[in-house]
């Protein structure tokens, strides 16, 4: 049972554009949402973060929108760069237990074209 | 170097044999997680410790699955009688217990069981 799922499994994208990544979830206990961009052999790296009380964070070039009615949240890349080329994983947890353990999705692998 | 800290980064194993993996988080973090990652999917949740106490085990963390964190710093999980279906990345992560706190992740350590 995917409780977060990620149902592109890869985006390709030319360098400059915009990059949009998809997460979608399903336990109504979700209030925390992170992005982790993963290179091969690599452990997951923290990208950006969104509380269940916001619907927009930004960083940089990094923003994530959340739409709680729709249980979605989205990650914008803008520009897109060579570099960011990698697997990114949407994640949520349950921050009201005493384990704020994370739940992710399988990942989706970002290619940007120069 | 302050981040967290997995070792070994490989270990190749036969099967049958068992095998111990470290985790040093970082240093002011009093929480810490064991995942596992199979190919092609997310990581997934196996154990967490606040401080030395381990709080809570996956379902996924079968008998032959044991971690400790003495005195509250670094960990160990240790594999008895592995099997192939034990090969994976194994990750671990540490966070701070309070407010929007986000996960930070070792490199890992992958397991290969022949």
């Known amino acids: 049972d995917q409780q977060v799922k990620q149902n592109s499994p890869s985006l390709s994208v030319q360098e400059g554009r915009i990059s949009i990544l998809n997460c979608d979830y399903t336990?109504?206990?979700?209030?925390?949402f992170l992005w982790y961009k993963k290179y091969p052999a690599e452990g997951p790296t923290f990208l950006i973060s969104?509380?269940?009380?916001?619907d927009k964070n930004e960083d940089g070039r990094f923003t994530v929108f959340l739409n709680k009615s729709a249980k979605h949240l989205s990650l914008h890349i803008v520009p897109s760069q060579p570099g960011d080329s990698a697997v990114y994983f949407c994640?949520?947890?349950?921050?009201?237990?005493?384990?704020?353990?994370?739940?992710f999705g399988k990942g989706i692998t970002l290619s940007v074209r120069p | 170097d302050t981040g967290v800290s997995q070792d070994p980064r490989h270990k190749i194993t036969k099967r049958g044999q068992n095998v111990t993996f470290r985790c040093d988080p970082i240093s002011e973090h009093n929480r810490l997680y064991w995942y596992r990652q199979t190919l092609g999917q997310g990581p997934e949740f196996l154990t967490y410790?606040?401080?030395?106490?381990?709080?809570?085990k996956s379902r996924l963390l079968s008998d032959r699955f044991s971690a400790e964190r003495p005195k509250g710093s670094f960990s160990t999980l240790e594999i008895q009688r592995t099997e192939q279906g034990d090969s994976a990345m194994y990750l671990c992560?540490?966070?701070?217990?309070?407010?929007?706190?986000?996960?930070?992740f070792g490199q890992g350590t992958r397991l290969t069981v022949v």
């Open positions: 992560a540490s966070s701070l217990q309070s407010g929007n706190t986000e996960a930070f």
């Open positions: 410790f606040q401080n030395e106490a381990q709080l809570e």
């Open positions: 336990n109504s206990m979700f209030d925390y």
């Open positions: 969104i509380s269940s009380i916001k």
């Open positions: 994640a949520a947890s349950a921050r009201t237990g005493a384990n704020s353990k994370l739940t």
